[in-house]
């Protein structure tokens, strides 16, 4: 008997936490989703988006997105896995928003990157992660 019971109990302390851990669909504003990428693909802009990627975005994110960096682990919020189809089919834009404006646990990123292009670098340097 007291074994089920504690079985019981750690299942549902699992569940409540995948629960509560599950992360919220993030809506990104049509007009910040259809927001074209000004800046080209390029050699240039792909070292600065890995540059920006490493200081800034890669203790979380991990260094190819895979959401397994040094930080995640500490973090309340599951890292998602960015070389995804479902990450990558996001316009850019909506990238774009999410890395700038940020949410809960990951934090905005305009004023501490406030050059615009150097945000759209990032963006092309996600669109370098697949699987």
């Known amino acids: ?3 089920n019971l504690i ?5 549902g302390g699992l569940l409540l936490s995948f629960t509560y851990y599950q992360t919220k669909p993030w809506v990104v504003p049509e007009k910040n989703a259809k927001m074209a990428n000004p800046v080209k ?3 240039a802009s792909l070292k600065t988006g890995k540059e920006m990627w490493t200081k800034h975005c890669a203790s ?7 959401g397994d960096g040094t930080k995640a682990a500490s973090l309340k919020t599951a890292m998602e896995d960015l070389t ?3 990450v990558q089919k996001q316009s850019d834009g909506a990238l774009y928003y999410k890395v700038s404006e940020g949410r809960e646990e990951m934090p905005s990123f305009k004023k501490k990157i406030p050059d615009s292009e150097d945000l759209w ?3 092309n340097y996600m669109r370098t992660f697949k699987k």
Request: a positive charge; charged letters at 10%; proline letters at 0%.
């Open 41 to 43: 693909a390029d050699a």
């Open 60 to 66: 979380c994110h991990g260094k190819t997105g895979l």
């Open 1 to 3: 008997m007291k074994t």
């Open 84 to 86: 995804t189809a479902a």
């Open 7 to 11: 079985g019981v109990v750690m299942a």
């Open 121 to 123: 670098s990032i963006v």
